[in-house]
């Protein structure tokens, strides 16, 4: 082992090293689809290295030239740091997608998915001159929520993921970054069709929400597809907000568990980028990394 980490991250390397050998090669043959040679697979796996290892693009480019794992990937020496800047500007987000769906649909592959759930995670915009960022409202967490007077909704600028994911293993299916003022209802249906394509829902799969989408159109397109609707109640403004009495409901947090890990763990409430290309690569790679931890 290199001695370029020291500490907590050398020990991360080191759990990750085959991991990340086995997301490269699979990377080698995605990029070759786009048009690109096997050699530019290795900046997608930096892309997820820098989410683990919390580096700056600086540090990571002088990672890679010092540390065994750059050589593994095809780092002959330390690429200049403007390289990731370039790949992020070249690279079809196609490539990240489906770098991170081999991983997921390989996990699932010939299992039944029993549980999913749908919710969305804000991202602030890095600059109030980025474009493509709008206001939207958020559920305040927690730590917030304690400081504050009434639980409202608050304010902010910037993006969204929005995810289902399965429940039980806590996975992340599928996921989109929109500008902030979408509403989550309105990603259900892509979401949704892209899971029945790529996995196999067991036969009344309950779908967990919360009240943003209690939505008649939601609720039917779940009953044609034999699942299970299990969705908390919206007010509207005329009543208490009703939860579900389904003893499945409370395995919701989950995914609020999974959003937390990828702020937290992988850095992606510590967006520096602008545009809502940029912004996906950042998400891509968070949830890469996420993937490469705690999937494969």
């Not at 008649?216 to 009495?245: C, W, Y």
Request: one cysteine or more; proline letters at 2%.
């Amino acid at each position: 082992m290199s001695s370029a980490l020291p500490g907590d991250n050398a020990m991360k390397i080191y759990e990750i090293r085959n991991k990340i050998v086995e997301v490269w090669a699979a990377a080698r043959i995605i990029v070759q689809r786009y048009g690109h040679t096997k050699k530019f697979a290795k900046h997608f796996v930096a892309f997820a290295l820098k989410q683990m290892l919390h580096f700056t693009d600086n540090e990571l480019a002088e990672f890679l030239g010092k540390d065994e794992i750059g050589r593994e990937l095809g780092y002959a020496k330390a690429p200049h740091i403007s390289t990731f800047s370039k790949v992020r500007k070249r690279s079809d987000i196609r490539i990240m997608q489906e770098l991170t769906d081999w991983l997921v649909i390989n996990h699932f592959k010939g299992k039944q998915i029993s549980l999913i759930a749908q919710d969305s995670t804000d991202i602030s915009a890095y600059a109030h001159k980025d474009k493509s960022a709008r206001y939207g409202h958020r559920t305040p967490s927690k730590k917030e929520q304690r400081t504050l007077k009434e639980f409202t909704k608050t304010l902010f600028f910037g993006f969204k993921v929005h995810m289902i994911a399965e429940v039980n293993e806590e996975v992340p299916l599928c996921f989109s970054v929109e500008p902030a003022n979408i509403h989550d209802k309105k990603l259900f249906t892509g979401l949704f069709a892209n899971v029945k394509e790529k996995f196999v829902l067991q036969y009344m799969a309950k779908y967990l929400a919360d009240s943003a989408y209690d939505s008649t159109d939601i609720k039917m397109e779940l009953r044609n597809s034999n699942a299970a609707q299990v969705i908390s109640t919206s007010s509207r403004g005329h009543f208490k907000s009703e939860v579900p009495k389904d003893k499945d409901y409370e395995k919701r947090w989950a995914i609020e568990r999974i959003f937390s890990r990828l702020k937290e763990v992988f850095g992606l409430a510590k967006n520096r980028f602008v545009g809502i290309k940029n912004i996906a690569m950042h998400v891509h790679a968070c949830i890469l990394a996420y993937m490469i931890k705690y999937v494969l």
